[in-house]
């Protein structure tokens, strides 16, 4: 039992669709543009008053009831988010309160939409130095709160929602094989929110220039995104010693599905199916990649012994590829 592996994978999204239709009315757009450019047909908003908190602790509850594992035997509790309830308490203490996870150390990673892998990352390294021991974490957004209404470019792509993930011991060779981290703060401009932290504190004259909504360069992350998520990939394949045509799954965060399209392409992997979500669900920033593997889990489409390929990019500008050996077990 020297392997650390996912034992069990739990999701949420927000009740409310807002579809293309919805959306194309306000921007003087077709449904079918929408579609086009984005391959998503609709996406979740959060209601009033639910916040990444009450969705992490709904996905995270689902994993730990199919892991098995109480809520008082996690040991290490990992909330990855950029859209948190607010600037404290951190999400995952508010988390740990809810579920009972008393001996849980717990913290928030903001490092964008590849948060989760990351997050997992860290569990792993964790988990290797306390054999036996637990870790749940969680990818959680609420990015409608955060979306200019008056931005498409924005507005057609981001959505809210929470996934998790419980992680622990498995038998060898299953479990998280590698992971490959790096981050890219010389293109940290290609995705900001300007104000509401001590650089530039909230003001009428920030809200009023509309500096607390979320800035995109789309034409630069498509660009960062096909130029350093592949190599990162290579550079992961090499280190496990895997051929990218032995990935079994590819599991993206779900950025737009024109891109995701391109992108499995460029990394060869044409045995690999690519999961999506997007189509429903939207872009969920971090949430997005555990809660398509959730869905891909519950729906028994990850045989024991399969390899994936989880890929998370976004703000800041980082990158986090983790190649995982799936469990019969896991999140069954």
Same mark, same amino acid.
């Given at each position: ?22 959306? @194309?009315?306000?921007?003087? %757009?077709? #449904? *079918?543009?929408?579609? &086009?450019? $984005?391959?998503?047909?609709? +996406?979740?908003? !959060? ?85 036996? @021991?637990?870790?749940?974490? %969680?990818? #959680? *957004?609420?990015?409608? &709160?955060? $979306?200019?209404?008056?931005? +498409?470019?924005? !507005? ?90 032995? %990935? ?15 992108? !499995? ?68």
């Amino acid at each position: 039992m020297g392997a650390i592996g996912i034992l069990g994978t739990g999701s949420r999204v927000p009740e409310t669709e807002v579809t293309n239709a919805e959306l @194309a009315e306000r921007f003087g %757009v077709t #449904a *079918e543009w929408i579609e &086009r450019k $984005t391959r998503i047909l609709s +996406r979740r908003y !959060a209601a009033e008053g639910e916040t990444p908190s009450a969705l992490a602790l709904r996905a995270a509850s689902h994993a730990l009831e199919r892991a098995g594992v109480p809520a008082g035997r996690i040991d290490f509790l990992i909330v990855t988010t950029t859209t948190g309830d607010s600037p404290l308490p951190p999400v995952s203490c508010l988390v740990q309160a809810a579920l009972g996870a008393r001996k849980a150390a717990c913290f928030d990673i903001n490092i964008g939409c590849s948060g989760f892998v990351h997050g997992l990352a860290v569990a792993h390294a964790l988990l290797s130095a306390r054999p036996r @021991a637990y870790a749940l974490v %969680v990818g #959680a *957004e609420v990015w409608s &709160r955060f $979306t200019d209404p008056q931005d +498409r470019s924005t !507005a057609v792509l981001l959505a809210d929602g929470a996934g998790a993930a419980v992680l622990g011991p498995v038998p060898e060779p299953y479990g998280i094989l590698e992971s490959d981290l790096i981050g890219h703060g010389d293109k940290a401009d290609l995705l900001v929110i300007e104000a509401g932290g001590s650089g530039l504190p909230a003001s009428h004259e920030s809200v009023d220039a509309r500096q607390h909504y979320l800035r995109m360069n789309g034409r630069g992350v498509t660009e960062f995104v096909l130029g350093q998520v592949p190599a990162s990939a290579k550079e992961l394949f090499g280190r496990a010693g895997v051929r990218p045509q032995d %990935v079994a799954h590819f599991v993206p965060h779900q950025a737009n599905g024109v891109l995701l399209g391109r992108l !499995a392409n460029d990394m060869g992997l044409e045995n690999a199916r690519v999961h999506t979500t997007l189509e429903r669900f939207g872009n969920s920033g971090t949430a997005s990649l555990p809660v398509t593997l959730d869905h891909a889990a519950r729906a028994g489409e990850l045989r024991d012994g399969d390899l994936l390929l989880l890929s998370g990019f976004g703000g800041g500008m980082a990158v986090g590829n983790s190649l995982v050996r799936w469990y019969g077990e896991g999140g069954s």
